[in-house]
């Protein structure tokens, strides 16, 4: 046998059981030896055993050999032969006793025999056999293995089956299967986190994701992210937008908007009080703040719709509200109205099942599904009641005893669909059709469409549903949702949109041919929706739920389509289809701007909760892409507007959702290993998982008072003493005067630096939403560009040019402020997630203007300062590790845990403890963060959305010059290229 053999041999066998080898003289056996065997009890041959068992020879190619002894004579490892001759110090036994001998053998056997039958791993018996051995037939059938594992392979099988039994209680995959069943694990799962009508058809498609207490959709499965963008560009994106809250209020008019006022401001745009809002036509959308608080303590924007006039007091009013900022909007409505009385406890009761309208038609459809032994009522129905903000225990609706306004919660009540694109009119058209009249009942004990034939009886209102229904029908000659006034509400009555399904998926397309009277689609696209079309009996409540409870089932519809003499043709139901009430609201897309105008407009459609399949699967089958929280995400970027609740940090829900993404981040961080993550201490960047909003905006206020001549107001030592480094401490803060404006007072309980860990609060700084002077910012951004564009800008806005006499009283009333701004790439680069805004030194502007395909500089490699002290704290670990492991103490001192915890918190590459000025630490000063950024496909380039400070960005703006107005410098968290980027605000 060869060396490298001899080597494998004993690789292989070195933790096999070493057997007994007794050294004995030469002798007839070949190797020299003689093959007695001692006494069980001899101890000479039981060490001389161990010696021979432990004396097994290491191969290494630097072991020498004796002189004579060839390979053959070479001792082999543990368990293997000892070959040639050997020096025997012992002599061997000359007789054993066979008795003692047999015994230790048995037992030896036995104990091989039992490690032999006991299975060392969690595997199947069949799938313990050699590769060569392993069919699929094995696995089922018990006889196929060999048959000394038969035996405990049937003992699997039947471990198998009890636990199945248990599992399944007796019961067979097929009962397990029964409608019965299904709904009741469908209703069990919905605990924690609720459903929407449409999760089904979602968690099929798309990748779920549970949030603000519900499971929703986050993104396809499938490769779509152009194709997303193509639908919303070019045909029609379907969103299904149910998880957002309907507070209702009602009372009368004045009591509503007297208390309403007090929470919002006419500064930032329109209010609750607006004519064209009030009157219903239109929907509105402002935001929030806590009473009487403005321009602090934000809540969040909002959108809002009147109830139309119908001759009475008393007024209705929808207010939709993301889920993660209900709960603040909520008490702040209750707390302003009083409404501390719960009027009604949200109990949710199964809704029955749905009754059939006609005698002949229940018995055409077969026999019913065996009741249970209890009653009707031990059928488990699928609970389409509630919401993921609210325990099912409590109130959903208060009264004010003082004013008599009543607040109602109506989520998941209204369910609600948006159509994103050009051709939402053409989808909208083909799937809905205006409902046909009805003056008789279809059945005189069902309560089926007994409201809408009631409405039909009123000459009025059928002259209404004909308008209502012309003017539906025009939307189809509109090239572009845009055409429409923002924000028009249109109500109206359709039929069962399951009648008008196609066979196989059609993609909706406009037929501008069918309309020739272009008088009245301009008409429309210039005064809009008549103010009585708005009307819609979605706002009763009594009529939502008859339309909910009375509802065909699909299993009715099917077999109604089946028993059809021509297959595939219209199925028309007559007075047994049912009356729907919808509510189409437009949503006038991108509005700010000069570029791309009226991008992303479309429809919502609300519907009465129930129906969210029976028009869902329709609007499918038309063509429509559907998208999910990413793709509402991309939607809101590319349109240029704040997220909700991503781009809201002065708001309870924006600063909740930063601690999440800085800690989801920070553990993305920990796990990679150091050799393969960025070191943002060497990188210069100090928070590169959350944006420290308030310290950006403090640093600013006491940079600027504390730089000398560039300063806007007069240099004093008091303040650059408190804005200086080393005290650490500003002792100005904010507060809030009678004209909405900020002041300093007195605050020395915030520190400077904070922790970086922690959302500062919202106190700390604000969000400017005042349109004026957003305008007049917006016209400073500009660079002088032609015929002196931004002049012309600015004295057609109004605006007075930047001086220092303007800019002093804006510095003193928003002195912690930041600005929601966009960025555009100058040349390539693709921006971040909280990359750094920084502003260009006079040397980058003039090389820029040397060179236009400059780049941009680069941030010197700073030095890491806390690698000696992680370092530092490893050592100590391995050595408390150590001394614990020859000590075997339990546990150290308290007094050293304590000590030990501060330097446990270091993490390579981070910045720890308080941060230093940021604004300060880099070659370029920091003016804010991104907080969405990424390759543009609308525009071609990369754009970025943020927030900059607002004294930084007057201090850059005064200092630029004309032609190089609102230029800055972009940079990654983990790159140390900056980029020049064009800074732009768009009111």
């Known amino acids: 046998m060869s060396g490298s053999k001899e080597k494998k041999r004993a690789k292989k066998m070195r933790n096999q059981p070493a057997s007994v080898t007794l050294a004995a003289e030469p002798g007839p056996f070949s ?51 000892q070959g040639g001759s050997q020096s025997v110090s012992e002599e061997m036994p000359k007789y054993i006793t066979v008795s003692a001998f047999a015994e230790a053998r048995a037992a030896e056997i036995k104990a091989m025999l039992k490690a032999v039958s006991q299975k060392s791993s969690n595997s199947l018996v069949f799938q313990t056999l050699p590769r060569h051995m392993r069919r699929r037939a094995m696995s089922h059938n018990v006889k196929r293995l060999p048959r000394r594992l038969q035996e405990m392979a049937r003992k699997e099988a039947e471990k198998a089956v009890h636990q199945r039994k248990e599992q399944s209680k007796t019961k067979c995959r097929k009962a397990r299967r029964r409608h019965v069943q299904l709904v009741a694990e469908f209703n069990r799962r919905q605990r924690k986190n609720i459903w929407l009508e449409t999760h089904i058809w979602h968690a099929k498609r798309f990748h779920m994701v549970k949030k603000w207490g519900y499971c929703l959709g986050n993104s396809p499965t499938e490769k779509c992210y152009r194709a997303c963008y193509r639908a919303m560009t070019k045909h029609c994106l379907l969103q299904d937008l149910s998880y957002y809250c309907c507070l209702e209020l009602t009372g009368r008019e004045n009591e509503l908007l007297k208390q309403l006022a007090r929470i919002c401001s006419m500064d930032t745009g329109l209010t609750f009080a607006e004519a064209c809002c009030l009157a219903g036509r239109f929907e509105g959308s402002l935001d929030l703040y806590r009473a009487d608080r403005y321009p602090e303590a934000m809540l969040g924007p909002v959108t809002f719709i009147w109830k139309p006039r119908d001759g009475s007091e008393e007024r209705q009013l929808w207010i939709w509200v993301h889920p993660a900022l209900k709960q603040d909007i909520l008490g702040e409505l209750k707390a302003i109205f009083q409404c501390s009385e719960p009027e009604e406890i949200c109990i949710p009761e199964p809704v029955p099942p749905s009754v059939p309208e006609k005698k002949d038609v229940v018995q055409s459809l077969g026999k019913r599904r065996k009741e249970d032994k209890e009653g009707e009522k031990a059928v488990p129905v699928k609970k389409i009641i509630g919401d993921g903000t609210r325990d099912p225990l409590q109130a959903c609706s208060w009264l004010s005893p003082a004013t008599g306004i009543v607040i109602s919660d109506r989520s998941m009540e209204i369910l609600r669909y948006r159509l994103i694109g050009p051709l939402a009119h053409c989808v909208l058209t083909d799937t809905l059709k205006a409902a046909a009249l009805q003056t008789e009942m279809a059945d005189a004990e069902a309560e089926l469409n007994s409201w809408w034939v009631e409405a039909c009886k009123d000459s009025g209102r059928v002259s209404l549903h004909h308008r209502q229904s012309a003017v539906f029908e025009l939307l189809e000659g509109l090239s572009s949702p845009s055409q429409v006034p923002p924000g028009t509400v249109l109500g109206l009555t359709v039929g069962d949109p399951r009648v008008n399904l196609p066979k196989k998926k059609t993609k909706a397309t406009p037929a501008f041919g069918k309309y020739q009277d272009y008088a009245k689609a301009r008409q429309l696209y210039l005064e809009g929706v008549p103010a009585e079309c708005a009307h819609s009996f979605i706002w009763d409540q009594d009529i939502c739920k008859s339309v909910t409870e009375t509802k065909l089932s699909e299993q009715d519809i099917n077999h109604l389509r089946a028993q059809l003499l021509v297959p595939g043709s219209h199925l028309d139901l007559g007075p047994s289809e049912s009356k729907i009430p919808i509510l189409l609201v437009q949503q006038p897309g991108r509005m700010a701007g000069e570029d791309r ?24 089958y038309r063509g429509v892409r559907v998208g999910g929280l990413q793709e509402a995400l991309k939607h809101s970027e590319y349109q240029r507007t704040p997220h909700t609740p991503d781009d809201f940090p002065d708001c309870r829900a924006g600063m909740q959702f930063a601690r999440e993404l800085e800690a989801d981040l920070r553990q993305k961080f920990k796990r990679r290993p150091p050799a393969k993550r960025a070191n943002y201490v060497k990188l210069g960047t100090l928070s590169p998982f959350i944006c420290p909003w308030g310290q950006l905006t403090k640093n600013w206020e006491g940079r600027v008072k504390a730089s000398g001549g560039h300063s806007f107001c007069e240099p004093k030592a008091e303040a650059i003493k408190e804005a200086s480094p080393e005290t650490g401490e500003l002792e100005e803060a904010m507060e809030v005067s009678s004209e909405g404006t900020l002041k300093t007072k007195d605050d020395t309980g915030t520190p400077d630096g904070g922790d970086r860990g922690e959302t500062v609060p919202a106190s700390d700084f604000i969000v400017l939403r005042s349109e004026k002077l957003l305008l007049q910012l917006a016209a400073w951004c500009y660079p002088t560009a032609g015929r002196d564009r931004r002049l012309r800008l600015v004295s057609r806005l109004g605006q007075k040019q930047m001086a220092e006499d303007v800019l002093l009283p804006i510095l003193s009333s928003y002195p912690r402020a930041l ?27 003039l090389q820029l203007s040397k060179d236009r395909l400059y780049c941009g500089p680069q941030e010197p490699r700073h030095q890491d300062i806390f690698k000696h002290k992680v370092q530092k704290l490893k050592e100590e670990k391995k050595k408390k590790k150590m001394t614990k492991a020859l000590e075997d103490e339990p546990a150290s001192t308290p007094g050293d845990k304590e000590t030990t915890d501060k330097p446990e918190e270091l993490v390579l590459g981070l910045w720890s403890g308080a941060l230093p000025d940021v604004t300060s630490h880099c070659s370029r000063a920091l003016l804010g963060y991104v907080t969405r950024g990424d390759f543009s496909l609308a525009a071609g380039c990369g754009e970025a959305l ?42």
């Open 946 to 987: 943020g927030f900059v400070s607002l004294t930084g960005l007057l201090w850059m703006l005064h200092q630029q010059p004309a032609d190089r107005k609102g230029l800055v410098l972009l940079r990654t968290p983990a790159s140390l290229q900056y980029r020049f980027a064009r800074l732009n605000i768009e009111v």
């Open 31 to 81: 190797g020299g030896g003689n093959r007695a065997c001692p006494a069980p009890g001899d101890v000479r041959s039981e060490q001389q055993n161990s010696s021979n068992q432990s004396s097994g020879p290491s191969y290494r190619r630097d072991q020498c050999f004796p002189r004579g002894q060839n390979r053959g004579e070479r001792g082999r490892g543990r368990g293997g032969w």
């Open 597 to 620: 105008p009226g991008w992303g407009s479309g429809w919502d459609l609300y519907l009465p909760k129930g129906w969210g399949m029976a028009f869902w699967i329709p609007l499918v």
């Open 819 to 845: 600005v929601w701004v966009k960025l555009s790439l100058l040349g390539k680069g693709n921006p971040e997630l909280h990359a750094m805004i920084c502003i260009p030194t006079e040397a980058d502007l």
